[in-house]
């Protein structure tokens, strides 16, 4: 059975953004492939961030996972920090990675410019996420458009890897989900909707209450033509919004294009509040059952075990292989 394997990072709420480009295509995936689900916490602390709120968002997300629909039965799930052999197979990666194509990664262009002391590990990132993907053989890695880019450094670091020292890594393949791969700010809907704006208005968090999940998407911008269609390019709010009725309603783009292609705005957006008000509740609703059972350590000491004998396996056959150690 081919392997896949995705993390979302605890580093603030997580969004229906999150929830649509991550998290479901797990629950869809994890009845066809063996599927590990991790938390990468060490991901986090590129960017200050405050002890206290990381510790409590690890258990959090991990409870969501579950009320998302992530099956314990069918899913591996572990936190990275737990995991010491990530952090180490990342320094030897390092080493087969050129500077010049870790330079590339669009990402780190962009959160460089918004931080104010820029740590090197938030440059190093991709390749503590190339060694996460590379130690389990992943073969499919499900993400959002805006990580492809790492996914295929993953690729190349391996590719590279196994033509030294010979075949050591699965080439790992990105994983785009195709309704929603992009929710858009709903107070910008040209830019991508991100757990971590200071505009609360611009994102819909999992945990929001009803009322200001209706709130924010009946004040969510627009334009003034009043004509539903779907065109990303000319009529982004609208598009984002179709989108994310698509997600929610498990319709396609064109279904609910003209579903509503006589309606008007005021309408797109009560049924759009409607169906994601509705799906969110049920979310929460089981969310806190899991937080309050202890079932969310129970499961995480479980696949930390199951990992770190997978991942120990193959960091020895590494060191075996570049000549570490004594093994
Ligand atoms: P991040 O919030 O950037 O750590 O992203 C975690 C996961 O959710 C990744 O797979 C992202 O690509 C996905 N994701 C985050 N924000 C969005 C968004 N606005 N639309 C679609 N997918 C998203
Ligand atoms: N960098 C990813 C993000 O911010 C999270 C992540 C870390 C990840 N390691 C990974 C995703 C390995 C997939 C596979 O969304």
């Not at 591996?76 to 920090?81: A, E, G, K, L, R």
């Not at 590990?121 to 053989?137: C, E, K, N, Q, S």
């Not at 929610?248 to 509040?273: D, P, W």
Request: charged letters at 25%; one cysteine or more.
């Amino acid at each position: 059975m081919k392997r896949i394997l995705t993390g979302l990072q605890p580093s603030g709420e997580l969004t229906i953004g999150n929830l649509i480009g991550g998290i479901k295509q797990m629950v869809k995936y994890q009845n066809e492939y063996e599927s590990f689900m991790f938390v990468p916490d060490l991901h986090t602390i590129t960017i200050p961030q405050d002890p206290e709120t990381l510790k409590k968002r690890i258990k959090s997300i991990v409870a969501l996972y579950l009320a998302c629909g992530i099956d314990p039965n069918k899913n591996t799930i572990y936190i990275q920090s737990e995991n010491l052999y990530h952090a180490n197979l990342s320094w030897i990666l390092e080493c087969n990675t050129y500077m010049g194509e870790a330079s590339r990664m669009t990402q780190f262009k962009d959160k460089s410019q918004k931080v104010k002391n820029v740590s090197v590990g938030l440059f190093t990132y991709p390749i503590l996420m190339a060694a996460d993907i590379l130690l389990y053989d992943a073969d499919y890695v499900p993400v959002g458009i805006d990580q492809k880019q790492h996914v295929e450094l993953a690729r190349d670091i391996a590719i590279r890897f196994n033509n030294k020292y010979g075949k050591t890594f699965t080439i790992p393949e990105p994983l785009i989900p195709q309704v929603g791969a992009k929710i858009m700010k709903l107070q910008d809907p040209t830019k991508k909707m991100s757990k971590s704006d200071e505009n609360i208005k611009n994102s819909i968090f999992i945990l929001d209450t009803e009322e200001d999940i209706r709130k924010k998407i009946m004040s969510a911008v627009t334009d003034s033509e009043n004509k539903i269609y779907y065109d990303p390019e000319n009529k982004p709010g609208i598009a984002n919004l179709l989108t994310i009725y698509s997600a929610f309603a498990n319709l396609s783009i064109e279904e609910v294009a003209s579903k509503f292609k006589e309606a008007n705005y005021g309408t797109l957006k009560k049924e759009v509040a409607d169906v994601v008000v509705s799906n969110i509740l049920d979310i929460q609703k089981k969310y806190q059952e899991y937080l309050n059972s202890g079932i969310v350590d129970q499961i995480l000491d479980e696949g930390n075990k199951k990992v770190n004998q997978i991942a120990k396996e193959k960091y020895e056959e590494v060191l075996r292989k570049v000549g570490l150690g004594r093994i």
